[in-house]
């Protein structure tokens, strides 16, 4: 095979490069557990709080949890020191996250590799930009190796300071990559826009990699999804309690892909690049 023509390359981040459900799966419990205890209230019950708030800000990552489940009713009956709970909270977090969060093998040295081979990588992702920022620092990924974040638009509640709003809209939340704010999710039928491209270039200089079939797969470029970023039942089933019910997504909102490659390890993603 001709040595590909790719300049580009777009990473999903979440179950590409880490194990967000994973990771999932033992956060959100651990944030309830801290809840109940301090509400009195069943994990069951404050479980189904923790998704009507998820629903209604429409991501799980939103950071509002503690306010939102205050005005709900959930410590109705008790005395609740409201900034000690939110930082016990945020203390189950990390040590939860410390323990469960982990970047895939391999991920280190294929983005050195193609950093060594002059092909830009950008991160793509849904996350909101303070936590896909704040997981990129978390995990010590060399940012040197990514020149761009594309992350959602953080979402905020209009009691928050005006200082603290000026860090999350403009501040780059101290990452060396410029992080560009989205209003919306994937897939994007602007991304040759936002890397500067015209759609004819897309197809053969830019490769998306992900492990969403339908978000990541149906850019107008070369697809390569993430076969390693595959999430174990058990998991799935553990963080779907907390996860607003969506409608089903569009999938394969395009009927045909452009191109499709199944890579089931990150190495692969070099084989394909043609980079040793
Ligand atoms: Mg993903």
Known sequence: ????????????????????????????????????????????????????????????????????????????????????????????????????????????????????????????TDAPACHAASRIKHLGLNQDHIQKVFAIKDSLPDEVPENHRDMFDGGNYGLKPHMHHLETGKPHDNLHELLGKTPEDMRTSVAFVGDSISKDMTHNCISIHAGWGRPLPEHLE????????????????????????????????LKFLNIE
């Open 1 to 124: 095979m001709n040595k590909p023509q790719v300049d580009t390359i777009c990473w999903d981040i979440d179950n590409t490069m880490w194990n967000w459900v994973a990771y999932a799966a033992e956060v959100y419990p651990a944030m309830c557990n801290v809840l109940s205890q301090a509400s009195g209230q069943t994990r069951e019950r404050v479980t189904d709080c923790m998704r009507k708030y998820y629903g209604r800000a429409e991501t799980m990552e939103s950071s509002w949890l503690v306010q939102d489940l205050e005005a709900q009713g959930l410590f109705r009956e008790v005395d609740v020191d409201q900034s000690k709970l939110i930082k016990d909270v945020q203390r189950a977090f990390h040590a939860s996250r410390t323990k469960s969060l982990r970047l895939y093998d391999q991920i280190p040295e294929v983005l050195e590799a193609i950093y060594r081979a002059e092909i830009s990588s950008v991160i793509v």
């Open 238 to 269: 553990k963080v779907s309690k907390f996860a607003p019910h969506h409608a089903p997504a569009t999938i394969y909102r395009r009927q045909s892909f452009l191109t499709l490659i199944h890579a089931s390890e990150p190495r692969d993603v």
